[in-house]
């Protein structure tokens, strides 16, 4: 029996070796849901076998939030950090659409990967926001994604689902009412890239100058691809696999008269 059992571990450890790389790539920023939402995606990405997560804060410096974070979770990531310009971020009242997020943070991760992986290397990259839900059939679709693989995003540019239109295998446009006519009209999490593209075309990178709701077609475009590029996951584009949630922002106007009535020293400082 002990015998059966280090050859199915040994079996099992090949097995994992010969799975490509998925390279997540998660932007963050510091706000009261940050480490709730980065403990959800944590926990998700844990039952992913071979992933590297890399982890972008939005920050003049590595955060100890963060820090202690990742060193606490048992995924293999890389923890990155580049501050957005005061005149490109967003304020707290503004629309949500009103300007890209994560545009030098998920630069800083293409950067990395073009630095510290190979063009010959097997992998995967997937751009994985923090506050988004995923099930865990969309990672082992995208695994095998030969160029680049698309599939629907749940709840995203305020339909119930966006999608590519997907005709005898091949996509043929988009169902979609925000700029149906965009090249790639599709989300950030609709889309997986194969690691060679991304050491092909050195200049692919996403741009404070591209509109909100354009980076992911205007990013796409920069690789030379068509339609018939495309690979449809998820039943040929017809099931959901990731949602484009969106945490409710936490309102605390009760923590300044704490600190009022029980004095600084008293109110215990308890990272959230």
Known sequence: MKKNKRDNEKISA???????????ITPTYARLEQKAELTRLSHTLLHVPNIHWIVIEDSPEKTVLVQNFLNRTRIHSTHLYVATPSEYKMKRTDPHSLKPRGVLQRNAALDWLRENT????????????????????????????????????????ALRYERPKVTNGKVTGWYTYYKPDRPFATDMAGFAINLNLIHQHPEAKFSNIFAAGSQESTFLTLFH??????????????EVLVWHTRTEKSKTPYEEAMVKLYG?????????
């Not at 090949?14 to 997540?24: G, T």
């Not at 495309?230 to 584009?237: G, H, S, T, Y």
């Open 14 to 24: 090949r097995s994992l070796k010969s799975l490509s790389i998925i390279y997540v």
């Open 118 to 157: 190979s063009p010959y290397d097997d992998g995967v990259v997937y751009f994985a926001d923090d506050d988004n839900a995923y099930s865990l059939q969309l990672f082992e679709e995208m695994r095998n994604t030969t160029k680049v693989s698309i599939w629907p995003v749940g709840l995203a540019a």
């Open 225 to 238: 691809l068509t339609l018939d590029d495309l690979e449809p996951k998820a039943n040929m584009c017809s």
């Open 264 to 272: 600084a020293d008293a109110y215990p400082n308890i990272e959230v």
